[in-house]
């Protein structure tokens, strides 16, 4: 049986490459995937805690699913964002995208 403070670690590295992923890039959709990297860690986490604690019920795994639908619908609403972006503006660099601003 594999320990809890594995998936732990994985789970942090997991974090660490997405949070990487969503300071240091520039393009938009690199900062969407860098997001999907951290709520997958999340939901490694979720797992994880739930095997170790309370298998016999089903806590965790409800908010794995949870965080699933979630994050399916970030990706949606990001993506439909970024291509009506791409349409108006020719680019989906982060640092161009300024249609709030005055």
């Given at each position: 049986?594999?320990?809890?403070?594995?998936?732990?670690?994985?789970?942090a590295?997991?974090?660490?490459?997405?949070?990487?992923?969503?300071?240091?890039?520039?393009?938009?959709?690199?900062i969407?995937?860098?997001?999907?990297?951290?709520?997958?860690?999340i939901?490694?986490?979720?797992?994880?805690?739930?095997?170790?604690?309370?298998?016999?019920?089903?806590?965790?795994?409800?908010?794995?699913?949870?965080?699933?639908?979630?994050?399916?619908?970030?990706v949606?609403?990001?993506?439909?964002?970024?291509?009506?972006?791409?349409?108006?503006?020719?680019?989906?660099?982060?640092?161009?995208?300024?249609?709030?601003?005055?």
């Amino acid at each position: 049986m594999i320990p809890l403070s594995w998936y732990l670690i994985f789970a942090a590295a997991l974090f660490s490459i997405g949070l990487y992923g969503v300071l240091a890039r520039k393009n938009a959709i690199a900062i969407l995937m860098g997001i999907e990297l951290m709520l997958n860690a999340i939901n490694v986490n979720l797992v994880a805690f739930w095997r170790y604690r309370t298998p016999e019920m089903l806590g965790g795994q409800v908010f794995a699913v949870i965080v699933f639908a979630v994050a399916a619908a970030e990706v949606a609403v990001g993506l439909a964002l970024f291509i009506s972006l791409y349409r108006r503006r020719n680019t989906i660099a982060a640092d161009e995208i300024d249609l709030m601003k005055w």
